[in-house]
């Protein structure tokens, strides 16, 4: 089930953009999310699925309501280059909450937060692809700099935080009047890591920040349709934390930067050809032959007095899209072009073409 059918957004709401696309993706959601919330159900199989249900929403919401996310999505059909490490599924909801913590109308629970998960930073390059690429897909491999535990002093010296006995949770009780409320958060000593770095080791290779810098080598497949502007994503290969960190590596973020190609110009799946032409041809009409990335051999027909920057369509042989059976066009844009010098025997002949009334 794509991320539309999740949220139940029909065909002609899929069409809008912006603010009303938006408001479409909230309204469903809260919907969905009052149907499906886990809280609501007591029995243990229910309630599973009921959860799993729930992420699914949630989920959806979280692509659906980025105008880049929702983009990216629409192009690859696919969610495994998002990340989720702070996704938090239980977002907007604190009217629903409340209408399943309240049903007694006398007390509340609070929600406990979870210890406190951490995320490296992501490592961005960004890669130049040649324009058969587009259209075939291709494996490369790529060289990038990340940091990692320090080979060195192992990350450094750690010991058990005092505070929280190494949960990396501290509880808080509170008595108000008959009411006795108890929250748990992050304990603030050791940022909910549960471990406390001990004195510096005097490490000369990271200089006592656990970390050093590593170059790797990435292979990765790209595959066709792929275009400008599209991130791919290799998840845990961004930088590591600091050993004690409770969490995951980040990610290595792979942008698709420029395309490389003598005569096209990459506009979506779209190719734009800039195709200049002598001027008597345009005043006679002319037929000229182009090459596209792949091969194929087209007859561009430019006819008689054709205007400036006059667009002619090749449908389909453009980029393929992305999961789909189809590709973008080929748009050959037709310029005058104009001699840059003139010799006698050239303006005697143009001289004696303005004596005739088809030129007047």
Not at 27 to 34: D, G, I, T, W
Not at 84 to 113: K, P
């Amino acid at each position: 089930m794509n991320l539309y059918d999740r949220l139940g957004i029909t065909p002609e709401e899929k069409k809008l953009q912006g603010k009303d696309f938006e408001n479409v993706v909230k309204r469903q959601y809260r919907e969905y999310a009052k149907q499906y919330h886990p809280d609501k159900f007591q029995d243990n199989k229910e309630k599973a699925e009921a959860e799993a249900k729930f992420k699914e929403i949630a989920e959806a919401k979280d692509v659906l309501s980025d105008s880049q996310k929702r983009r990216q999505y629409d192009m690859t059909g696919s969610t495994s280059g998002f990340n989720y490490s702070n996704f938090n599924q239980h977002a907007d909801l604190d009217d629903i909450l409340q209408e399943f913590m309240n049903r007694g109308g006398f007390s509340f629970r609070q929600r406990s937060q979870q210890p406190q998960q951490y995320k490296g930073e992501d490592v961005g390059i960004r890669i130049t692809l040649d324009i058969k690429d587009l259209y075939k897909g291709v494996e490369k491999k790529y060289k990038f700099k990340r940091k990692v535990v320090c080979t060195h002093c192992d990350g450094g010296s750690f010991q058990t935080c005092q505070t929280c006995q190494g949960t990396g949770m501290k509880t808080v009780s509170q008595q108000r009047g008959n009411m006795f409320f108890q929250q748990t958060t992050s304990c603030p000593h050791c940022n909910g890591t549960g471990q406390m770095k001990q004195n510096n080791n005097n490490c000369k290779y990271c200089k006592d920040t656990g970390l050093e810098e590593k170059e790797e080598i990435v292979t990765v497949q790209i595959p066709k349709g792929v275009t400008t502007g599209v991130t791919l994503t290799n998840k845990g290969m961004g930088h590591q934390l600091p050993k004690g960190y409770n969490g995951i590596d980040g990610d290595l973020k792979i942008v698709i930067g420029n395309i490389n190609s003598d005569q096209y110009e990459v506009d979506g799946y779209n190719l734009v050809r800039f195709l200049d032409v002598p001027i008597l041809d345009i005043i006679t009409g002319t037929n000229i032959e182009i090459i596209t990335p792949m091969g194929d051999r087209l007859k561009v027909v430019v006819p008689q007095n054709c205007p400036t920057n006059h667009a002619i369509r090749f449908g389909g042989y453009g980029i393929p899209v992305v999961n789909q059976n189809r590709a973008g066009d080929i748009h050959v844009v037709v310029r005058h072009k104009f001699p840059t010098t003139l010799d006698k025997s050239d303006k005697k002949k143009i001289e004696e073409l303005k004596t005739s009334k088809n030129f007047k």
